[in-house]
């Protein structure tokens, strides 16, 4: 009895697959950056480069840490919503290699939740 080899893997075409081209890399993070106005929330690049952005009210803060955030495993972005009484608040982080883009635009959404009261 012969045993004919099967050969690892697959075999398609590459229209098959749709490859594609993805955005990668951190990006320009002044895309993120230039969303906030003096007017309205405060800004502080501390001793590591670090830069942390706090609405006026407190409630909101972004952190960039482009080499880390320290005591995380490669957070480069983080996002927070102070909640309130009754509604708990929330986070989003992002590690160092997300492209500015996509922090942009879930800044872009987080900011548009908000309201003057």
Sequence with gaps: MTVTPVSPGFS??????KLRDWQLGPG???????QFSADDFRMVVDDRADV????KDGRFYLG????GRPGTD???????????????????????????DI?????????GTSRPL
């Design 12 to 17: 398609t075409i590459v229209q098959v697959l």
């Design 52 to 55: 942390h952005v706090n609405s």
């Design 64 to 67: 960039w840490f482009p080499l």
């Design 103 to 111: 922090v942009a635009a879930a800044v872009t959404r987080v900011l």
């Design 74 to 100: 490669g957070e480069g972005w983080k996002i927070a919503v102070t909640g309130t009484a009754k509604v708990p608040g929330y986070s989003i982080s992002f590690d160092t290699e997300t492209p500015a």
């Design 28 to 34: 320009q993070p002044t895309l993120v950056m230039d």
